[in-house]
């Protein structure tokens, strides 16, 4: 099948939903040249999954499944039955610890054991089970090539300090080594979102983390003008972008967390999640309290509204990027290159010959 009668049955089909023409022209061999990375991703905030639930989530090109038991345990697991396939998502339930399969009622425990069969003696079956941590309210889910388990831990936001307060996500038509590039890309702030950097740190490697550090003037939509910030942030693999935002003006910290998960080739959620801390001082007397955090929920709007302002003007670029291996980089542009160097040890070692 040629592309263009691809993209007209998909027009017709899903108007509106598939990619567009100019998508499957530019060709998925050309646009998906690079495979999933390892690392931690995020799959949802803690509070879209409370206790009893079960969500459905596309991770890497499948289906998973996220539950919490009635006791507060989060799991993600392979969303078909080993039983007979059926969805999990699709009818499944929390029945106190256990997370029961809608077709015929077989019941998984946290380990992912089968423990109950309502006709007989349970198979020996499992279910899936993918890695999980919640860090500051956020879940992330690990992928490591070969099933290699976690050797690291996602962000460093001290969990006990910030909560999320808004949240904003999209579907970008791109990679996440592709987004989370554009934070050591520092030309292009000035170019595409008006914004001038000063003080910028040469990036440091520490493993699996990527810090970064830059002072900027930034113009805070919501009537709060333009404000100095200082944002140290950390990449932690290549799903996870977090760290503080301090707006010196009015005194305030803010948390920023930037996610990019992929959910099939060539396909990344993009959510960003800003924090705020006033919540954490139950030591301060009441009024002082309301007012604190009536603030630091006004400026993390205004954060969260320049910050997806900022996000729109990337997306207009990645969706339409083509990822190239070999970049022609300027000199002034060390850092891009430096972070094409980091990225190396989240792919399989003998993945891609084209990556080089
Ligand atoms: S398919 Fe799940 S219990 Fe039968
Ligand atoms: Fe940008």
């Not at 969990?159 to 949240?167: K, L, Q, W």
Request: hydrophobic share 40%; glycine share 10%; proline share 8%.
């Amino acid at each position: 099948m040629d592309r263009p009668s691809l993209a007209g049955l998909w027009d017709l089909l899903w108007p509106g939903a598939g990619p567009s023409r100019a998508d499957l022209a530019v060709g998925a061999e050309d646009r998906a040249p690079l495979p999933y990375p390892s690392g931690w991703f995020c799959l949802a905030l803690s509070r879209e999954v409370p206790a009893g639930a079960v969500v459905n989530r596309r991770f890497m090109g499948r289906d998973v499944v996220l539950y919490r038991t009635r006791g507060g345990v989060l799991r993600v697991v392979d969303a078909h039955c080993p039983h007979l396939g059926a969805h999990l998502g699709a009818g499944g339930a929390v029945d106190g610890e256990h997370l029961v399969c809608p077709f015929h009622r077989f019941a998984f425990d946290v380990e992912g054991s089968c423990v109950r069969a309502p006709g007989g003696a349970p198979p020996r079956a499992a279910l899936g089970q993918y890695p999980v941590r919640e860090r500051g309210r956020v879940v992330y889910v690990w992928h490591g090539h070969d099933a290699v388990p976690p050797s690291w831990e996602p962000s460093e936001l001290p969990d006990d300090r910030f909560a999320p307060a808004a949240t904003w996500s999209t579907v970008l038509t791109s990679h996440p080594q592709e987004v989370m590039e554009s934070f050591v890309d520092y030309e292009h702030q000035a170019v595409v979102h008006n914004v001038a950097l000063r003080e910028v740190k040469p990036p440091l490697e520490d493993g699996p983390l990527l810090r970064i550090a830059f002072g900027a003037a930034i113009r805070l939509s919501v009537g709060l003008g333009t404000i100095r910030v200082e944002q140290g942030l950390a990449l932690s693999g290549l799903g996870l972008a977090s760290g503080e935002v301090t707006l010196h003006q009015i005194g305030m910290t803010l948390g920023v967390v930037v996610t990019a998960t992929p959910v099939g080739p060539w396909r990344t959620q993009l959510r960003v999640v800003i924090m705020t801390d006033a919540a954490s001082r139950p030591d301060s007397p009441l009024l002082r309290k309301a007012a604190a955090m009536s603030l630091s929920a006004v400026a993390g709007q205004a954060l969260m509204r320049t910050v997806v302002h900022h996000m729109v003007q990337d997306a207009r670029i990645w969706n339409r990027k083509r990822y190239l291996p070999d970049p022609a980089l300027t000199s002034e542009e060390g850092a891009i290159g430096q972070y094409r160097g980091w990225v190396g040890q989240f792919y399989p070692l003998e993945a891609p010959a084209d990556r080089t």
